[in-house]
């Protein structure tokens, strides 16, 4: 069975590749099929990062349409809902160097960390990793007839960006991630109010 999972994570990882492909690109929500499985991207980063038990990060975000549009701004709305993609080398986190969190626009879920972020050039924030392996899910991305491995917050669905196996070690992993679909945290502000740590509040005394 590991063997077999292996075999899918390497050739989903292989086929990206093959692609040579340098930029993020767009997809459309008709073409995201074979999730890869939660189990997958477990064994992908068991070792490398510690798992979160939160179980309110693990709840579903579920909003219509016309709430996300409430909430988002039409750039943010056009990339985390519809697929988009931002002009490279426009996004305001593209160049941050803080050291801080980087979380879902859309939900506030924690995605990725300063850590493991790098200058890929590409001109779109690029991470060697996620920060965790609950915070994103990872599909295959057939659209515009090419093989792409799309990003999605495991919360609440929204389209992050595409990742690729051209980035530096220890993972050869390049996250790209459009800037409009992050919000930076900076190191020191996790005790203000967390989006995602609204709902625990009303717990019976
Ligand atoms: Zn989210």
Known sequence: ??????????????????L?????GSS???DRTD???AVELDERWSGITADRKDPDMTKKVVKSDAEWRAELTPEQYHIL????????????LYQNKDTGTYLCAACGQELFASDHKYESGSGWPSFYQPANGRGIDEKVDRSFGMHRT???????????????DDGPQPTGQRY???SAALSFREAGEESKTDPAAEDSADNPS
């Not at 040579?20 to 993020?24: A, F, I």
């Not at 990003?151 to 929204?158: E, F, K, P």
């Open 1 to 18: 069975m590991k063997d077999y999972l292996s075999i899918l994570i390497v050739g989903t990882v292989l086929g990206a590749s093959w």
């Open 35 to 37: 999730a890869i499985s």
């Open 28 to 30: 459309t929500a008709d």
């Open 176 to 178: 790209c991630i459009n």
């Open 20 to 24: 040579g492909l340098s930029g993020c």
């Open 150 to 164: 799309e990003v999605t917050c495991s919360r609440c669905d929204s389209h992050l960006g595409h990742v690729f």
């Open 81 to 92: 809902r519809e697929g988009g993609t931002e002009r490279a080398f426009t996004g305001a």
